[in-house]
């Protein structure tokens, strides 16, 4: 860019910003005025105002600091004059360094159980050195609970169990949820008889837990555990999941170290063989059982109840062709109908040297093929190799994992800064995005518990949640002197108001990014277009009624109608939640799906204290005070 001052018309103007979003997470087009009434946040390095140099440049572009949530950004001033009167096009850059987000409740904890979740491992505790009690905790028989019963009836028996085992735990304990139906418990300095105690005192309250709404079907886990002694916390749960398949195997039971030849002798990889001939079966046992503990089978059908009893805990089969009853070949294709191939390798033995009987195990999903009479070195190579190929995989699918939650991270917190500056620019404290993406959370959950009517995934719910704290994008294209005027506005002003909803979702729509995550974009146009309007058709901008508003655009709407109304702004004082309240319940703010108005009033202390305990925590209270003055 040239040092000249940039003449741009307003339509121009507002067409750069739309550009120059596409490039960075924030632009903002600010005035003399805006500065001087410390509303755009430019700082020098050291904290010290600057307006009169900010606007003393003769042109082009400078670097400057953007300070937000009490950090530090990076942001480029462009200089331009709009209709005559000088402007800073401000474009936020991405932070360069990792923010630790205020609100730590919404991004570390699990949304069905409340407890921390597996971001909450992978950012804050995983390589943790510590001297504690380390448990594995498995649900016992959740996917038939979720099979038999449907996925309603699984995250209640989730929620009542993890109820269950947060009765038998201390305030300085903690507890993720790590897995679908896998949680991880940490208990700190504990000695091994105590530690073991509370393990089992956690497995008899789970024991004694019916399935909500089923009262004759009652929950147990399965839980390995060990105490460390200055080990990662990642080392020890390896040790302790190790002992919760141990458990397992007799459903309902705990495993710890305290004897630690069974914690050995339980160490080694589990090897299922399947063989009508019992001197096969020997020689395979005696070249490998000092390597594996092996179990054994005479048949098909006894395989495949070993393989339902022992699942993913069994490490790899070594499968005959030709048996009695059921043959190798029925086995593989119970383990694809079951997807269980896909996590427990084959290695088919067979008398035949054929083509195709080697050919069709392939086909069938086997690993490797061995044919008789056994060479012990040969075999051991390949069960070894087999072994190390599917570690491999598991290890790349752990890394894949921990990747998708960095890359989550990182939209996280992107998000939450647009949102913040969004709110800033409409004359907020940068507080209200974050309370919205709260306050959906809740209604959403309550929600799905109350109703399967809109079946909302849980990516679903993830991408309405997220894409909440966007629904007011549409305000940066409206003008200042509308969106912050502190009277009431005018007809015509409304009207203008009023094209943030399609202006929104346009801007959104014409990313690039949009179709690389269209699901996300799509959910987040839906809010942004359609969160003004009303159940009885009375909203804007498509007058659209009742199930014709999206569900997702529903429950923002609500959402934001609350914060609005507790909110202070610059033509408004904020009211009390219970006045609040009470306005949405009486039809005072437009006509809301009445199934979210239940859930309103069900979760709205919840609600209150989700907005009080946000107050503070992503911004220091000296900003929010110089906001509200």
């Excluded at 105490?227 to 397992?248: C, S």
């Excluded at 190798?328 to 294709?333: A, I, Y």
């Excluded at 569900?551 to 609005?564: C, M």
Aim: charged share 25%.
């Amino acid at each position: 860019m040239d040092d000249a001052i940039q003449e741009l018309s307003n339509s121009q103007a507002q067409e750069q910003i739309a550009l120059l979003l596409n490039e960075y997470p924030v632009v903002r087009l600010i005035t003399k005025s805006d500065v001087l009434c410390n509303k755009c946040l430019l700082f020098e390095e050291c904290g010290k105002m600057v307006a009169e140099e900010l606007f003393d440049q003769g042109g082009g572009e400078r670097d400057w600091t953007l300070r937000l949530a009490g950090e530090s950004f990076k942001a480029t001033a462009r200089y331009v004059s709009v209709a005559g009167d000088p402007r800073v096009l401000l474009c936020v850059s991405a932070p360069e360094e990792e923010i630790d987000l205020r609100n730590r409740h919404l991004l570390y904890t699990d949304a069905l159980t409340g407890i921390y979740n597996r971001r909450f491992y992978e950012d804050e505790l995983r390589h943790q050195r510590i001297f504690a009690g380390v448990a594995v905790i498995d649900l016992d028989d959740f996917k038939l609970v979720n099979d038999s019963m449907g996925h309603h009836a699984g995250d209640l028996a989730l929620h009542a169990a993890v109820e269950a085992m947060k009765r038998c735990m201390h305030d300085s304990d903690v507890f993720v949820r790590f897995g679908g139906d896998e949680f991880l418990l940490v208990m700190p300095n504990i000695d091994q008889e105590t530690f073991s105690h509370r393990l089992h005192a956690i497995c008899d309250a789970v024991a004694q837990t019916p399935i909500p709404n089923y009262d004759n079907q009652f929950l147990s886990v399965s839980i390995g555990g060990v105490v460390a002694n200055g080990e990662t916390v990642e080392a020890a749960m390896q040790q302790a999941d190790g002992l919760m398949y141990r458990a397992k195997s007799t459903r309902g039971c705990v495993a710890t170290d305290i004897n630690p030849l069974e914690s050995s002798e339980f160490c080694k990889p589990l090897l299922l063989i399947v063989d009508d001939a019992e001197v096969n079966r020997m020689i395979l046992r005696e070249m490998l059982g000092d390597e594996y503990e092996v179990i054994e089978a005479v048949n098909g059908r006894e395989a495949v109840k070993l393989l339902q009893e022992h699942g993913k805990e069994i490490s790899l089969v070594l499968l005959d062709i030709i048996m009695p009853v059921m043959n190798g070949f029925d086995v593989l294709s119970y383990m694809v109908s079951t997807d269980l191939i896909d996590d427990v390798p084959v290695i088919m033995i067979s008398g035949e040297n054929s083509d195709d009987a080697a050919l069709r195990a392939y086909e069938l999903g086997a690993s490797d093929y061995i044919s008789r009479p056994f060479d012990a070195r040969v075999v051991r190579q390949r069960v070894s190799n087999i072994m190390r190929l599917y570690a491999r995989q598991r290890r790349l699918s752990a890394l894949l994992s921990r990747q998708y939650f960095e890359r989550e991270r990182a939209n996280s917190i992107l998000l939450g800064i647009v949102g913040g500056a969004m709110d800033m620019h409409n004359g907020g404290s940068g507080l209200h995005a974050r309370h919205v993406c709260a306050i959906t959370n809740l209604l959403i959950e309550c929600l799905i518990a109350k109703t399967d009517k809109y079946d909302i995934t849980g990516e679903d719910r993830s991408n309405i949640v997220a894409a909440s704290m966007l629904h007011d994008i549409g305000k940066l294209a409206i003008p200042d002197n509308v969106l912050n005027k502190p009277q009431g506005l005018t007809s015509e002003e409304f009207e203008i108001m009023k094209t943030h909803t399609v202006k929104g979702a346009d801007m959104l729509a014409g990313l690039d990014a949009y179709d690389e995550y269209p699901r996300f974009f799509r959910t987040a146009c839906e809010i942004c277009r359609w969160h003004h309007e009303r159940w009885d058709g009375g909203g804007y901008p498509d007058g659209l009624k009742g199930e014709q508003i999206p569900i997702s655009a529903q429950v923002v709407s609500l959402a934001d109608t609350y914060d609005a109304l507790v909110s202070e702004r610059v033509y408004k004082s904020a009211l009390p939640h219970e006045r609040a309240v009470e306005m949405i319940l009486h039809g005072e703010c437009g006509e809301f799906n009445p199934l979210l108005i239940e859930c309103f009033e069900e979760s709205s202390d919840r609600i209150a204290e989700e907005v009080k305990k946000s107050v503070g925590e992503f911004f220091p209270p000296q900003t929010v005070a110089r906001k509200r003055s």
